[in-house]
C-alpha cells in the first residue's frame, strides 16, 4: 500500500525542482519518486558489492588463496578484445 512522506525542501532546491520538472514535463512527485528510486538502485548494489568484498577478502584469509595478477591481466585483456574467457579461479 503506498504511503506518503514529507520532505522539508528549501526554496532553492524547490525552484531546481520545479524546473527540472518543467524541463522534463512531468510533475515534481515524479521527478523525486524518479531520483528515489535511482538513488536507492545504485546504494543497494554498492552494499551488495560492499558485502561480496567483504566476503571474498574472509576467504582469502582463512584460505590464502588468490588468484595471480598477470593471470587477472590476461583475462581482462581477452575481455577488452572481446574474447568471453572465463573468470579465471
Not at 522539508?8 to 524547490?14: I, P, S
Not at 523525486?32 to 571474498?56: F, Q, S, T
Request: charged share 40%; aromatic share 6%.
Amino acid at each position: 500500500m503506498p504511503a506518503t512522506f514529507g520532505v522539508k525542501l528549501d526554496e532553492t532546491t524547490q525552484q531546481r525542482l520545479r524546473a527540472v520538472a518543467k524541463g522534463l514535463d512531468r510533475a515534481p512527485h515524479w521527478v523525486i519518486k524518479k531520483a528515489l528510486l535511482d538513488y536507492l538502485d545504485r546504494e543497494e548494489n554498492a552494499l551488495k558489492e560492499r558485502e561480496e568484498d567483504e566476503a571474498r577478502w574472509r576467504r582469502f584469509q582463512e584460505t590464502g588463496r588468490a588468484i595471480e595478477q598477470e593471470r587477472v591481466m590476461l583475462w581482462l585483456d581477452a575481455l577488452a578484445t572481446g574474447r568471453g574467457e572465463p573468470c579465471p579461479e
